[in-house]
Nanobody
Framework: QVHLVESGGGLVQAGGSLRLSCTASGRTFSSSAIPWFRQAPGKEREFVAGISGDDNITYYADSVKGRFTISRDNAKNTVFLQMDSLKPEDTAVYFC?????????????????????WGQGTQVTVSS
């Protein structure tokens, strides 16, 4: 069973940057699809970005394209989310997750049900 821990959240001004990390323990996840989701108060969990296992193809929500970059370092068993040009509407708790597949079943990247393991989340707050 893989265990995921997110880190790197914090408070930043609009236009600033943060880099989130999702580190896995328990087993290697280089062959697993890893997404980032976020959840703001009173809203549903929302897909942000994902990276496939093995070939590292990336996927992004339209709201973050051109501003966020997902990457992975398999030697460190870590997936990163580089967030630039942050906006107040990016404020949320950010979660990473893991699939047992290299690509979520049916390529349903934005369905939380596609993933079997979740981290505890890290808070990102962007002030205006």
């Amino acid at each position: 069973q893989v265990h995921l821990v997110e880190s790197g959240g914090g408070l930043v001004q609009a236009g600033g940057s943060l880099r989130l990390s999702c580190t896995a323990s328990g087993r290697t996840f280089s062959s697993s699809a890893i997404p980032w989701f976020r959840q703001a108060p009173g809203k549903e969990r929302e897909f942000v970005a994902g990276i496939s296992g093995d070939d590292n193809i990336t996927y992004y929500a339209d709201s973050v394209k051109g501003r966020f970059t997902i990457s992975r370092d398999n030697a460190k068993n870590t997936v990163f989310l580089q967030m630039d040009s942050l906006k107040p509407e990016d404020t949320a708790v950010y979660f990473c997750a893991s699939s047992i597949w290299a690509v979520p079943f049916g390529e349903l990247w934005d369905d939380p049900g596609s993933y079997n393991t979740w981290g505890q989340g890290t808070q990102v707050t962007v002030s205006s």
